[in-house]
């Protein structure tokens, strides 16, 4: 199986349509395993057009306090980096939505008056379309558990050709729990200052995880060789360029996919599967 994540340094650069569009190339003649990981804004379902087969809720253990054995000592509240347990006097409070579930509460507590019950995160549903099999996780509203759902939907990885992650934007954790252990990330941006800038950081973000690496150019020709010059200076290869092209803005707004409609789309995405290797050309 090859793993390939697809990643930007910020949002709108089209990165939920390149994922997805590979995965109706490569899909032509491989079995391939959409995940998206964008958990706080999932949207490669209304490209897909998947069938929902199972979904369901994502749980994590948060501590509950049993206050008939705390004696408020602490040692709880000193122990975790985490600030999500505060110790007064006479009561202890919780904050669960900013608890990441390590445990150390109840290793800590010398009355044994902490244990864990379970706490939904969010949603995962699990479907396919064609010889695509699609999950997708979906952060409940008000929880700050990214990290967490996006490796809980990893984990629901199944057998296929090529696996492709659909990650969240940006550089921070959640964009890293996303990529970490894939064969190739490919970085989707626009040659535009903004898209330098963010592409830098990403960039960045992977060559320190040791992972490999390349471009996509969206929007190709709107802006300037300022992103090209990064890249090669960068040791990062132009995986492909998607023109910018009105016909392709026209399918994305009907729910359309590209690949499906612009001719000039298909052949991007057949360059961008090859320029990644044998294992993931169709």
Not at 18 to 35: D, E, F, M, N, P
Not at 66 to 87: L, P, Q, T
Not at 97 to 116: D, F, L, N, Q
Not at 137 to 165: C, F, H, P, Y
Request: glycine share 8%; aromatic share 4%.
């Amino acid at each position: 199986m090859m793993r390939i994540a697809v990643a930007s340094g910020k949002g709108g650069t089209g990165k939920t349509t390149v994922a997805t569009g590979l995965a109706l190339y490569l899909s032509r003649r491989q079995s391939v395993h959409v995940i998206d990981c964008d958990v706080e804004a999932p949207n490669a379902a209304l490209l897909l057009h998947p069938a929902i087969f199972l979904a369901g809720p994502v749980m994590r253990p948060v501590p509950a306090i049993d206050e008939s054995r705390c004696d408020h000592c602490g040692k709880c509240s000193d122990a975790c980096r985490f600030n999500a347990i505060a110790v007064t006097a006479s009561r202890v409070v919780l904050f669960p939505e900013i608890c990441h579930s390590c445990g150390g509460c109840t290793e800590v507590c010398p009355r044994g008056a902490i244990t864990e019950r379970p706490r939904a995160i969010g949603e995962f549903a699990d479907g396919s379309v064609g010889k695509i099999q699609f999950t997708q996780g979906s952060l409940n509203a008000g929880e700050t558990a990214t990290v967490a759902l996006i490796r809980a939907v990893r984990q629901m990885e199944r057998e296929a050709d090529v696996l492709l992650l659909d990650a969240p934007p940006g550089a921070s954790c959640p964009m890293i729990a996303a990529v970490e252990d894939t064969d190739c990330v490919v970085l989707v941006t626009e040659p535009t200052p903004f898209g330098l800038n963010d592409l830098r950081i990403a960039a960045e973000a992977v060559r320190r995880m040791d992972l490999r690496a390349g471009v996509v150019i969206n929007r190709d020709g709107i802006g300037d060789a300022r992103v090209d010059r990064f890249c090669a200076s960068a040791g990062l290869p132009v995986l492909g360029r998607i023109a910018e092209d009105r016909a392709i803005a026209e399918a994305y707004s009907r729910g359309e996919h590209p690949f499906e409609t612009v001719p000039a789309f298909r052949a991007a995405m057949a360059a961008i599967a090859q320029s990644l290797g044998a294992e993931a050309s169709a």
